[in-house]
Nanobody, 121 residues
Framework: QVQLVESGGGLVQSGGSLRLSCAAS????????MAWYRQAPGNQRELVAN???????NYADSVKGRFTIPGDNAKNTVYLQMNSLKPEDTAVYLC???????????????WGQGILVTVSS
């Protein structure tokens, strides 16, 4: 079973930076893609950014130019570098990973527990 562990959230002032980390652990699996979503109170969950194993990235328009999603394939880890943070970036950020289990030959999708990012004005 693949599990995701997130870290790095917290409180930051507007204009500041934070870096989130998400590490996948388990046995006999390969990651195909990883992503960060976020959900603010009263809002739907939205995709922030994703990265495929080959390195292709995709960003929500609201974070382009401010956020990046570097990955470390060797560590099955993805980061979310958030710069120039705004109060509207306040949300619970959730890591998502999709891949293949070599034990079952089946695809999987897993979510992290979520981590709170609060940006004060």
């Amino acid at each position: 079973q693949v599990q995701l562990v997130e870290s790095g959230g917290g409180l930051v002032q507007s204009g500041g930076s934070l870096r989130l980390s998400c590490a996948a652990s388990g046995s006999r699996f390969s990651i195909v893609s990883m992503a960060w979503y976020r959900q603010a109170p009263g809002n739907q969950r939205e995709l922030v950014a994703n990265i495929a194993s080959g390195g292709t990235t995709n960003y929500a328009d609201s974070v382009k130019g401010r956020f990046t999603i570097p990955g470390d394939n060797a560590k099955n880890t993805v980061y979310l570098q958030m710069n120039s943070l705004k109060p509207e970036d306040t949300a619970v950020y959730l890591c998502n990973a999709g891949g293949i289990s070599h034990a079952t030959s089946r695809t999987f999708e897993v979510w992290g527990q979520g981590i709170l990012v609060t940006v004060s004005s």
